[in-house]
């Protein structure tokens, strides 16, 4: 299985500061037709998990343009430009490349 | 609107079993993977199991391989998780999503809490 690990665990960020998160895994994530399904998820508490962002940077539909992906390979990072007090929570990376897809273990972004 | 509505969680006993349903709507089932994704207490996110548009792929993670069975009916716009010989790692919130790998289209529902315990 892809092994996913994000970095850090948790995150206090101040409003109107920028963020930044990591997420590596232990095999590629370069699919056999070039794409890379890296994708990022944010949950918020009590809430379902929302996808954010898929193929490492392309944004889902009414996602705000201040979170944004990039990398390659088997190293990503998400950034977030400006933290509003609307992006605390968790924070997921997942794989879609290889079956079994597999999430990293979350970060906790709070604000400070 | 998209929905997508689970139900069928419960408390049981280990060896027992439970149905979960997903009743989806604002969108075309019979397009799309379904999948479902589950969640323990106070832990993070696990992808059990997968299935393709009309039902002949399917695919699930190693520790619920033969005891869990993934179903969908396209006249009725549901997905289905047969859950046989639950255990306590089992439980969990279970959510039903449809997603693509590179189309801006990914929902899940509000989750249904499964708990096994004796």
């Known amino acids: 299985d892809v092994v996913m690990t994000q970095s850090p665990l948790s995150l206090p960020v101040s409003l109107g500061q920028p963020a930044s998160i990591s997420c590596r895994s232990s095999?590629?994530?370069?699919?056999?037709?070039?794409?890379?399904?890296l994708n990022w998820f944010h949950q918020r508490p009590g809430q379902s998990p929302r996808r954010l962002l898929y193929k490492v940077s392309n944004r889902d539909s009414g996602v705000p343009d201040r979170f944004s992906g990039s990398g390659s390979g088997t190293d990503f990072t998400l950034k977030i430009s400006r933290v509003e007090a609307e992006d605390v929570g968790v924070y997921y990376c997942?794989?879609?490349?290889?079956?079994?897809?597999?999430f990293g273990q979350g970060t906790k972004v709070e604000v400070k | 609107e998209v929905q997508l509505v689970e139900s069928g969680g419960g408390l049981v006993q280990p060896g027992e079993s439970l149905r979960l349903s997903c009743a989806v709507s604002?969108?075309?089932?019979?397009?799309?993977?379904m999948t479902w994704v589950r969640q323990a207490p106070g832990k993070g996110l696990e992808c059990v199991a997968i299935i393709n548009q009309d039902g002949s792929a399917k695919y699930y993670v190693d520790s619920v391989k033969g005891r869990f069975t993934i179903s969908r009916d396209n006249g009725e716009n549901s997905l289905y998780l047969l859950m046989n010989s639950l255990r306590a790692e089992d439980t969990a919130a279970y959510f039903c999503?449809?997603?693509?790998?590179?189309?801006?289209?990914?929902?899940w529902g509000q989750g249904t809490l499964v708990s096994v315990s004796s």
């Open positions: 095999q590629s994530l370069v699919s056999s037709d070039g794409n890379t399904y």
């Open positions: 997942m794989q879609g490349t290889q079956w079994q897809w597999t």
């Open positions: 604002g969108f075309t089932f019979s397009n799309y993977w």
């Open positions: 999503v449809s997603t693509t790998r590179d189309l801006p289209h990914d929902y």
